[in-house]
């Protein structure tokens, strides 16, 4: 069974601070894919990011960066000098590399920023 | 390209009524995902469609719920005989899968009171 958690329920920081909010992930599959959203007040869950699991190269888009660590089942997101619009409620989340299961979201992260 | 849309936004029924929300996946998605999402909680999966087959469903979904994708575009939900427990945001999302690489694209929810 597939299973992501993530630990931080909540976290705040003041504007400009960096921030990393944690993944971790269980399945049994050997090819996956791994996928950020983040959700702000508005309810829309918005696409951030997908890796496959062959892939363990981080990547850089602007200020946003992900930490691909299969040795540790873990998919990390870091913030860089965090804005007040960075305000949400950030999903991890996996599936198979099928197609033919869905998400299996974590419980989330709210991430606050206060100027 | 508009994303995916979904109505109503909102929704307040009194225990025992029925319900019928609408999705509006992004044009040419053959793929149609819908997620339930409680307070605090990532959104969990209820049923998804290829095309106009309804490929698999979640034991969430229980006999008071039906999906329907019937011309392989939008989409309706219907919970009958809504219980307090139905009350919850229901997402929709679509994607279009190319060489089992695929991204789900969520709408705005459609969030459900029952009193």
């Known amino acids: 069974a597939q299973k992501v958690t993530q630990a931080q329920t909540e976290i705040s920081v003041v504007e400009k601070e960096d921030v990393t909010l944690d993944c971790v992930y269980e399945?049994?599959?050997?090819?996956?894919?791994l996928f950020w959203y983040k959700q702000p007040p508005s309810g829309e869950l918005v696409f951030l990011i997908r890796r496959n699991s062959f892939d363990e190269q981080n990547e850089i888009s602007g200020r946003y960066s992900w930490n691909f660590q299969k040795s540790t089942s873990s998919f990390n997101f870091t913030i860089t000098a965090s804005q007040v619009v960075d305000s949400a409620v950030y999903f991890c989340?996996?599936?198979?590399?099928?197609?033919?299961?869905?998400?299996?979201f974590g419980k989330g992260t709210r991430l606050s920023v206060i100027a | 390209d508009t994303g995916v849309s979904q109505n109503p936004r909102h929704k307040i029924t009194k225990r025992g009524q029925n319900v019928t929300f609408r999705c509006d996946p992004i044009s040419e998605h053959n793929r149609l995902y819908w997620y339930r999402q409680t307070l605090g909680q990532g959104p969990e999966f209820l049923t998804y469609f290829q095309n106009e087959a309804q490929l698999e469903k979640s034991r969430l979904l229980s006999d008071r719920f039906s999906a329907e994708r019937p011309k392989g575009s939008f989409s309706t939900l219907e919970i009958q005989r809504t219980e307090q427990g139905d009350s919850a945001m229901y997402l929709c999302?679509?994607?279009?899968?190319?060489?089992?690489?695929?991204?789900?694209?969520f709408g705005p929810g459609t969030r459900l009171l029952v009193l």
């Open positions: 399945t049994r599959d050997t090819t996956y894919y």
């Open positions: 999302a679509s994607s279009f899968p190319v060489e089992y690489q695929e991204t789900q694209y």
């Open positions: 989340a996996l599936s198979d590399l099928s197609g033919n299961t869905p998400l299996v």
